[in-house]
């Protein structure tokens, strides 16, 4: 089978990755994989090699939407999926014009999703042409039902292979990744740390990401007087192995699709705590008190509580730990990669 991924880039994210995962076993399975990208960046994920590679000048959308019908007749996919906001706008512009069938992917929850109401109505009347649609969660799908009827499916995210496991004798460090963007609401986790910092001085703040928000960000870890607590690093391909050493995983989002980063965490094995997401993701995640503890976003009081439970408690910790590593049987490549094929083999093969 022929199948074209299109995304952004191949760095950073967590749609990014699993455009990665999903690119590679394909590509295993012996099928022809194409990607369609923005722009090739330093430090990507790796792709096998056999994997073509196509870039959009990425100008305007107009130009956007010609060089991708342009790609289209030059490739000629069996199957098209996007997996990126903006990639699904053009790949429904392109379905119009070409007789093609396209899947499309919602990453992130539809109801929070920080973008303008003009790409919002873009966005819904793209999905309209689908031919199918994967969701990460339940509550995502759900939120469309009145919106389309197009063939749908719930797929989580897959987790990274051979992850290292976190370090039993590890230092006394905080750990969150992800965009510097206002949905990880970083602000939020700063105001915590430094309460954390007043009680358990020994501890520091590590974040790992690249973003918008960072002059603010910076700006309120001055004003919060935690420039020797608190650590910004930009994001590497070696994260995982930067990061095992420490001892306790955070993510204060106000919204996510399934996040990548907790996901990866709770496969390192790291005791996490958590912003308990209006789409379901993280939940689908974490059992509260059995392999992490849940807070309400933007609720600082509760995520204080939590985040000072778990550090005062190393049986926690340890109990945790042992639990998150569940995660690694439950989102295995293989059984995610095995959802999407089925689900990629029943658009294809559907000829109405």
Not at 132 to 143: D, S
Not at 257 to 267: F, Q, R
Not at 273 to 280: D, E, R
């Amino acid at each position: 089978m022929k199948i074209c991924i299109l995304i952004g880039s191949l760095r950073g994210g967590g749609a990014e990755r699993v455009a990665t995962i999903l690119a590679n076993s394909l590509k295993k399975q012996n099928h022809d994989v194409t990607l369609i990208n923005f722009e090739k960046k330093e430090d990507e994920y790796l792709l096998e090699s056999g994997i073509s590679r196509y870039f959009l000048q990425h100008t305007n959308i107009v130009n956007d939407i010609l060089d991708l019908n342009k790609y289209i007749k030059q490739i000629e996919a069996d199957i098209y999926i996007s997996i990126d906001i903006y990639f699904n706008i053009l790949a429904g512009f392109c379905k119009r014009i070409n007789k093609i069938k396209v899947i499309m992917s919602e990453r992130n929850d539809p109801r929070n999703v920080n973008i303008r109401t003009s790409i919002k109505l873009l966005r819904n009347i793209s999905y309209k042409y689908a031919d199918g649609i994967v969701f990460q969660t339940i509550e995502a799908r759900n939120y469309f039902k009145k919106v389309f009827t197009v063939k749908s499916s719930v797929i989580p995210n897959p987790i990274k292979k051979d992850l290292p496991r976190r370090n039993s004798n590890c230092k006394n460090v905080i750990v969150a990744v992800g965009r510097l963007s206002k949905q990880k609401n970083y602000l939020l986790l700063l105001n915590v740390f430094e309460k954390i910092s007043k009680k358990y001085p020994e501890y520091q703040l590590v974040i790992f990401g690249e973003g918008e928000e960072k002059t603010n960000i910076i700006n309120h870890i001055r004003q919060l007087k935690l420039e020797s607590k608190v650590h910004i690093n930009n994001f590497t391909s070696e994260l995982h192995d930067k990061i095992k050493d420490y001892k306790i995983y955070v993510l204060s989002s106000d919204y996510e699709g399934i996040p990548n980063s907790l996901l990866e965490a709770l496969g390192m094995g790291f005791p996490v705590v958590a912003s308990n997401t209006p789409s379901g993701g993280t939940k689908s995640l974490i059992d509260h008190s059995v392999n992490g503890f849940l807070f309400q976003p933007m609720n600082e009081e509760e995520f204080y509580k939590y985040l000072s439970q778990l550090i005062d408690d190393e049986n926690l910790q340890k109990m945790f730990s042992k639990n998150a590593l569940i995660v690694n049987d439950k989102f295995s490549e293989e059984i995610i990669v095995k959802q999407w094929v089925s689900f990629i083999e029943e658009i294809v093969n559907n000829h109405v």
